[in-house]
């Protein structure tokens, strides 16, 4: 009979965080290439891009609870040049690691 492991005990086996050594990857292969589906869905959607801005701008002008166009012209915007770029700024205290924190209250210590 083979002889079984608690979860606990399989955790303490597997890796943690990255297992790959540098210059090692686990997708050899890369990232797959568009089906000639994904390119004609890409492209009739860059093709409705002015259909879709001249929406947008309506409905910025004169929309009235529209936001199903809004949303819609919003995806073949999207769908066809890929989601806009958010910036996002931090603030507030860094996390310390655990040796950082250990060594940051030895240093306490010793100054008392």
Same mark, same amino acid.
Request: with cysteine.
């Given at each position: 009979?083979? !002889?079984?492991? @608690? #979860?606990?005990?399989? @955790? /303490?086996k597997? #890796?943690? &965080?990255? #297992?790959? *050594? %540098? =210059?090692?990857? =686990?997708?050899? =292969?890369?990232? #797959? /290439? ?11 959607? !860059? +093709?409705?891009? %002015? +259909? ?10 004169? &929309? ?9 012209? *919003?995806?073949?915007? +999207?769908? &066809?040049? =890929?989601?806009?770029?958010?910036s996002?700024?931090?603030s &507030?205290?860094?996390?310390? @690691?655990?040796? +950082?924190?250990? /060594? ?5 210590? *010793?100054? *008392?």
């Amino acid at each position: 009979m083979a !002889k079984t492991h @608690s #979860p606990a005990e399989n @955790s /303490k086996k597997l #890796p943690r &965080g990255k #297992p790959f *050594q %540098p =210059g090692q990857t =686990g997708n050899k =292969g890369g990232r #797959p /290439k568009k089906t000639d589906e994904e390119r004609t869905l890409e492209q009739m959607c !860059k +093709d409705k891009t %002015p +259909d879709a801005l001249e929406t947008i701008l309506y409905i910025m002008g004169e &929309g009235q609870q529209e936001r199903a166009r809004l949303a819609a012209a *919003q995806y073949v915007i +999207d769908r &066809g040049w =890929g989601k806009a770029k958010e910036s996002v700024e931090l603030s &507030g205290t860094l996390n310390l @690691s655990i040796a +950082d924190q250990i /060594k940051q209250a030895h240093e306490a210590r *010793q100054r *008392q």
